[in-house]
Every structure is written in C-alpha cells, then in structure tokens.
C-alpha cells in the first residue's frame, strides 16, 4: 500500500491518519513513550495491512507480472500502482470526491504538522502543496513518481519504466486490484472497530 491508500484505510481521527501515513518513515519496535496512543495504533495499522497484502493472492499475481523485468522492486512498484488504480477508480470506492476527501485529510494532519516523525515531516508539506496524491489517476504522474523513488535508490533502478505496464497490462493488473482491494478495505474496517463481523 502507498501513501492515497493508507490514508483511506485510516480512522477519521487525525491521529489515525498520521500514524497510517508515519508506517513506511517508522521502523523497528514502538515504544510507550514514542508518539500518542492514537498515533501508535494508526503505525500498527499500517503495518498489519502491509502484513495482510504481502499474503493476498490477489497481490502476489498483481506483483508477477513486474517481478520478471523488476524482481524484488516489485512490491515497490505495486505499492504506486495500486494508488493509481485506486485514484483512478475512486467514485467505486470513496463517498465523497477525491478532492474533498484530502482537503479533509489536510485540514486533520496540517495542526500537527510540526509533530510528525521522522522524514514525513519534511515529506508531507510536498505531498500536500505538490497535489503528489491527486495526480496518481494520471500515468505521467506514476512514471515521475517512480522515477523520483529510484533517484533516492542507490543502485538507480529506473523503476519507472514499469509504467508501461500501466498500457500493456492493464486489464490484468486492474482486474487484481479491483479483486483484492475490497478485502484490504473490510480488513481495515473491522481492524478499526474489532467487535464487528467482517463482510464474507
């Protein structure tokens, strides 16, 4: 899961939010004293639906057809596309338009901006003011994206020449995504509130 997605899957609290985004910029044991409740629960989220993805089957067919140009980039690359995917189908799955959805995610994280961990605090004001989530619908906006994340690689992967995929398999890999990501959504929601029954 990349950034647009984590941050649908959150809680509607601020807190939710930060810690869903804050998964990929926190590393390693968390302790009691590092960030509020709400933010440790958001972090924790984060990872158990990056553990629940990793072992979607829907997921590791979306990840073969990378695998044989891009090997273990793969899940990297996969994490970008399944933001565009998502953006670019997301009266399916948002209640409100895109726009207003972020405008909200903005307005919730933007009071605690100075509070946030690690790089994202040096991220996030680019994230916001760039419109980096708006434009995942758009496929120039995948290629510079991936060509921005293999520039901060060291071996300089070029990852995004794997936006052809975007064109080439697209049937496929959009039939995976709109197969698996129900599933990751029903997940985060029973993970937020735990005493309900998960949709079949």
Sequence with gaps: MNYLAHLFLAGDTPESLIGNLAGDFVKGVLHDDQFTPGIRAGIRQHRRI????????????????????????????????FDHFLASSWPRYGEVPLEAFLDRVFAA????????????????????????????ADIGAVHL????????????????????????????????????????????????????????
């Design 145 to 200: 994206a991936l060509s921005n994340l293999s520039n901060r690689l060291s071996r300089h992967p070029h990852l995004e020449t794997a936006t052809r995929h975007l064109i080439d398999s697209r049937r496929e890999l959009e039939r995976r995504f709109h197969d698996f990501f129900p599933d990751v959504v029903a997940f985060a929601r029973h993970e937020e509130h735990p005493g309900n029954v998960r949709p079949e």
């Design 50 to 81: 990056d553990a629940f993805t990793d072992a979607h089957p829907h997921v590791a067919a979306f990840r073969r057809v990378l695998i044989p140009e891009h090997g273990h980039y793969a899940r990297v690359i996969a994490d970008v596309f």
């Design 109 to 136: 994280i933007d009071p605690h901006e100075g509070e946030l961990p690690g790089r994202l605090r040096h991220i996030y004001p680019r994230m916001r003011d760039e419109g980096w989530l708006r434009m995942y």
